[in-house]
């Protein structure tokens, strides 16, 4: 077994149509569990074998083994026995050394989901989202950095690991300091010939709770808008739009007077404080 947990087992083979062969299979690290890949043969036999030395049984096998190359614990050497041309009518057994060289599985990377939309998100707040980094190749998938062009966005991890059939999970950050529309890319640079570069999109609206006309501060007219729309003098905006989210101060997907009395305070720049019970 070599230092990407590949394994490879050297034996001899023969049939009823078969000369003794030297042969071995493999086994790649990411390959399923208690599976061969299909037997290989080394050196085929040339010739018949049988000798008994009177014990009535054909002897074989006294020479077979397989190791690790140590230069780079990755290559395998195996040396094992075939049936050699017989001489003067003599049945000959022989060795066969070969060097296998295992080719490195290769990562294949994929991400759920393919894009990030943090919603709304309040002036001053944060929104996490959770992606996946999947590896759906035969070979580890290492991802050398994760980048951003920054403002609001941040990510948890620069880089990360996944073994074959693995994902590892990362934590992307939503954070406005201003309002507005905010857009940007995750860049993921990885050991994947075919995507080197992977690309997520992200995507986050910010807003300003309490600021409703957009005027850039809190107001009387504001403190105005938000007691219309819950005593539905105006038409109560939908939950996708951004007046609904200003208007929801407490964050909780609900516009009640609990969002005037937050509402009020800002306006008058009260500093709310939690009640001893």
């Not at 043969?41 to 054909?58: C, D, I, M, P, Q």
């Amino acid at each position: 077994v070599n230092e990407n947990d590949d394994a490879l087992i050297g034996y001899s083979r023969f049939a009823s149509d078969q000369f003794v062969s030297a042969n071995y299979a493999f086994r790649a690290g990411g390959d399923l569990l208690n599976t061969l890949q299909d037997d290989t043969v080394l050196k085929e036999g040339e010739a018949k074998y049988v000798k008994t030395f009177g014990s009535g049984r054909n002897r074989w096998g006294d020479y077979s083994n397989t190791v690790v190359d140590p230069l780079d614990d990755s290559s395998f050497w195996t040396v094992q026995q075939y049936a050699e041309e017989p001489v003067q009518s003599t049945d000959r057994w022989g060795t066969w050394w070969g060097q296998i060289s295992p080719v490195p599985g290769t990562p294949s990377i994929a991400t759920t989901p393919g894009n990030l939309d943090f919603g709304f998100t309040g002036v001053g707040e944060e929104t996490a989202l959770v992606f996946w980094l999947q590896n759906l190749g035969t070979g580890d998938l290492e991802v050398n950095r994760l980048t951003l062009a920054g403002g609001p966005f941040n990510i948890s991890d620069s880089t990360a690991f996944a073994a074959v059939g693995d994902s590892v999970a990362l934590l992307a950050a939503f954070t406005p300091n201003e309002s507005g529309v905010f857009a940007d890319t995750i860049f993921v640079e990885s050991n994947d010939p075919s995507l080197p570069v992977l690309e997520i999109p992200v995507l986050g609206r910010a807003i300003l709770r309490g600021d409703l006309d957009e005027s850039g501060g809190f107001d009387i007219l504001d403190v105005i808008t938000l007691v219309r729309i819950i005593v539905r003098t105006d038409p109560t905006p939908s939950e996708e739009s951004p007046l609904f989210h200003a208007s929801d101060l407490n964050g909780d997907l609900r516009l009640n007077v609990l969002d005037v009395v937050k509402q009020i305070n800002m306006v008058l720049d009260i500093v709310t404080r939690p009640v001893a019970v």
